[in-house]
């Protein structure tokens, strides 16, 4: 895949129609980025929540590759691989607190979770 | 040797501190190693001495050629200057006559920085002249002989060798003195020899009277510093901010003083003269400092400490000849204070039956004729008197110890008497000293005294200084017959005391053989010219009076008297008829004995002597006394009103202050502030506790709200 994109933003860029496929992926980015925090915000279940924050990395990844693109550098697909690698354990972290939660209360509402109320 | 004459008070000041660390080690306790310093210094003295006089023929030569070559130029020049040259015999004429005093002698000098302070460059230093040379001679003899005399003296005290110490710091102390260049160094050495003297009179400091006289001498000598150290001060500023004892003579001289400044410092001067050299009204420590052992007396209460007031004087004699108008007055203070002290001090060496307080009133005598001697202007004749009284007065110190060795009692009346018989020695050289103390010719105290006779005869201005003369003949008088009364007491007659007196040893008697014969032939140095051949005439005024620009002798006015067969025989007569009167009334019980208790007159004017003039009294019951009780009620007074009011006023105030503190500051401000933050904090958290609703999508709703917010701001303003 990020051959792929890769391969789709630098040739447009040297086909003249300068950054209309940049465009067009930043405004995946972007909309994948809403639906996130949508998401994150808005969802009752944890484990949605959790799946949200996936979204919004992936809304980053898609930048950086964009930008690495554009300016011909491996910078940005090196950033995206981190990323991911990061978001994976953020998962497995995340997975196993919820799982915690379920156990202790037998709901993955986060609105049952509010322990921390000033 | 003359420009490292100063290495002479560093010999017994290094023998000093030997002393006091190894001195209880050695097998004579100490005592040798004083003899050593002392011994060797003697031997320095003495060429130093030599060298000097060879210092002062070749500054006289050389005035002389270069005179000669002034006149031998000015003959072999045209007929002009020969027309001068025929004027100036007229004004050479004058020189002549005085020529002694107009060849100029340098002094030697050596001086160290010791410290700087202010600009003000504080040095130590060496003044060697005549009058120092001379001084280093008379210390270091007598100093020696008397530290041979303690080694019998003095022998199984229990502190022989402390005694030995400070004889030796004594001796570099007054050497100090003799040769200090600044007056700073002058005062420091003054009060070093004050020390020592306060140290050895109180020797036997086990019993009452002895720290008690130690006590007194040093008070008194307090009360006199005052002075010096006001003069010393005034001189300092009027000078133009020196030290230098030569630069304050000479700027006195030559008029860059004003003479307000110089009669104030020599009045204040005066003070410590009186206290030092033991003049009325300071006298009193003296007779009572003979509290320590003999040899002390003879050595500081006689020939040496007593003379550092004179030679102070006489080693600032510009601002004392200036300050106080001696040239050219018939009176002054100096003048006045050594008259009063001859006559007071003499009358009181007639009641005295302790041997040598009759001698301490003698030597208070003798002191004042020095003064009045240079208060007339007749500086040679006073230091030609301290010459000559320093061996004879030390030679009767010692021979009066030589006897109360013998009978182990001061008391004429009560254990002495008869001596002649048991103790040869002592008797001659005693005689001899008395003999020359009464001045009978031709020994050593003729020559001094009529010299200072002669002085306040033909010196000064109007009328000169005859009254002191007059002065000075009555206390010849007096001396005589004081000196014949104590004589009498001690030898003749029958023996008072107890068991049987004996001779002492040598050790005690060849310095008395040393002074004596010192005292007949001491007045050979300065014989008169009417009697003596040119080359031995006068030979002290050679070779000891200072003749440089710091010296009055550069005045017109200063002279020296001339020998006056007249004041000799009538001095003379008068001496040996108080000597015939004491005979009388003592040898042959003629005349009225008994008249004090029969004559009212005679009987107050007895106790009026017998209680020393009441000084005593005034000044322990009178001033003392009128002052500590005063002093006490008002310190007391100042104690219960000034003191404790301001004590419990601060109290007092001191409570108000924290009730008000407590009320206002502490209750209203400061809990005020605690109580308010916690009220605050507390509606605050209860503002804020809303926010945390523990839904965690709240926050992160709150978290991506400011990120927006943020981010917006970004984007608009940068």
Redesign the interface.
């Known amino acids: 895949m990020l051959a792929t994109v890769a391969s789709l933003v630098q040739n447009e860029s040297s086909s003249g129609n300068d950054g209309l496929f940049l465009n067009q992926f930043l405004l995946l980015g972007g909309v994948l980025f809403c639906i996130g925090v949508y998401g994150v915000l808005a969802r009752r279940n944890a484990v949605m929540v959790l799946m949200s924050i996936e979204l919004i990395l992936n809304a980053v990844n898609i930048n950086l590759l964009a930008f690495g693109a554009m300016n011909n550098d491996v910078a940005g697909a090196v950033f995206a691989l981190f990323v991911i690698a990061v978001a994976a354990a953020e998962v497995g972290v995340g997975l196993a607190i919820v799982l915690i939660i379920y156990r202790n209360r037998h709901s993955v509402d986060l609105n049952d979770v509010d322990a921390m109320k000033g | 040797m003359l420009e490292n004459a100063w290495i002479i008070p560093l010999i017994p000041a290094a023998s000093f501190f030997l002393i006091l660390f190894f001195g209880k080690k050695l097998p004579r306790k100490g005592s040798e190693l004083g003899i050593a310093a002392v011994g060797l210094a003697f031997v320095l003295a003495l060429v130093t001495n030599v060298q000097w006089f060879t210092h002062v023929n070749d500054a006289e030569h050389k005035a002389e050629e270069t005179e000669q070559e002034a006149v031998g130029t000015g003959h072999a020049a045209t007929g002009e200057s020969a027309a001068v040259v025929q004027e100036e015999p007229k004004d050479g004429h004058e020189t002549e006559e005085v020529e002694g005093h107009h060849f100029e002698v340098q002094p030697e000098t050596k001086e160290w920085t010791w410290f700087e302070n202010g600009g003000v460059d504080i040095k130590v230093g060496m003044l060697l002249d005549g009058p120092a040379v001379m001084m280093l001679f008379v210390v270091t003899l007598v100093s020696l002989l008397v530290h041979i005399y303690s080694t019998d003296y003095v022998a199984g005290d229990r502190r022989y060798t402390h005694f030995f110490a400070f004889l030796s710091l004594f001796t570099a102390s007054m050497l100090g003195l003799i040769m200090a260049k600044s007056t700073l160094q002058l005062i420091v050495c003054w009060e070093l020899v004050g020390v020592c003297s306060f140290v050895l009179i109180g020797h036997w400091w086990e019993e009452k009277a002895n720290s008690d006289a130690a006590l007194k001498a040093f008070i008194t000598n307090r009360v006199g510093d005052v002075g010096l150290l006001t003069g010393m001060i005034t001189l300092f500023f009027a000078a133009g901010q020196t030290f230098d004892i030569a630069t304050i003579n000479a700027k006195a001289l030559d008029g860059s003083i004003t003479h307000t400044a110089l009669l104030v410092a020599s009045l204040a001067l005066l003070l410590a003269v009186m206290s030092k050299s033991g003049q009325f009204i300071l006298h009193t420590w003296l007779p009572d400092a003979m509290a320590g052992p003999t040899p002390v007396s003879a050595l500081i209460h006689a020939a040496t400490m007593v003379v550092a007031g004179i030679y102070m004087v006489g080693r600032l004699y510009g601002v004392f000849y200036e300050g106080l108008s001696i040239g050219v007055s018939s009176v002054n203070a100096l003048a006045v204070v050594g008259g009063v002290t001859v006559i007071g001090g003499a009358l009181l060496a007639f009641v005295q039956n302790d041997i040598k307080k009759v001698l301490a009133y003698s030597t208070v005598s003798q002191l004042g004729y020095m003064v009045m001697a240079l208060g007339v202007g007749a500086w040679t004749a006073a230091f030609f008197h301290l010459f000559t009284h320093a061996f004879f007065k030390a030679c009767l110190f010692l021979g009066s110890g030589s006897v109360s060795h013998a009978v182990h009692s001061f008391d004429m009346k009560k254990d002495m008497g008869g001596l002649k018989k048991w103790m040869p020695h002592t008797f001659w050289t005693f005689m001899v000293s008395t003999a020359a103390l009464i001045g009978i010719l031709p020994l050593a105290g003729f020559w001094s005294k009529d010299e200072i006779l002669a002085g306040a005869y033909q010196l000064g201005g109007a009328g000169n200084y005859k009254a002191f003369m007059i002065v000075g003949v009555v206390g010849a008088f007096m001396t005589a017959a004081y000196m014949t009364r104590c004589v009498y007491l001690t030898f003749f007659g029958e023996f008072r005391g107890h068991g049987h007196p004996h001779e002492s040893g040598p050790r005690i008697v060849v310095p008395l053989y040393i002074l004596a014969g010192l005292a007949v032939v001491a007045g050979v140095a300065n014989l008169p010219a009417a009697l003596a051949p040119g080359s031995v005439e006068l030979r002290f005024e050679h070779f000891y009076e200072p003749k440089a620009a710091y010296f009055p002798s550069i005045l017109p006015v200063f002279d020296a008297p001339e020998f006056s067969w007249g004041i000799a025989l009538f001095s003379t007569a008068i001496g040996l008829i108080g000597v015939g009167l004491a005979y009388l009334w003592y040898f042959k019980k003629a005349g009225p004995h008994g008249l004090s208790e029969r004559s009212a007159l005679a009987g107050t004017g007895y106790r009026v002597l017998q209680n020393k003039y009441y000084f005593d009294w005034l000044y322990t019951d009178v001033i003392v006394g009128a002052t500590k009780g005063p002093i006490a009620r008002a310190a007391y007074w100042v104690n219960q009103n000034v003191i404790d009011g301001i004590v419990n006023g601060a109290g007092r105030f001191a409570t108000l202050l924290g009730r008000l503190t407590y009320k206002y500051i502490d209750q209203g401000v400061v809990d005020g502030a605690v109580l308010g933050s916690g009220a605050a904090a507390e509606e605050g958290g209860q503002i ?10 709240q926050y ?2 709150l978290l ?1 709200g400011a990120t927006a917010v943020f981010a917006g701001a970004l984007i608009l303003f940068v």
């Open positions: 804020f506790r809303k926010l945390t609703s523990g839904k965690v999508q992160g709703a991506f």
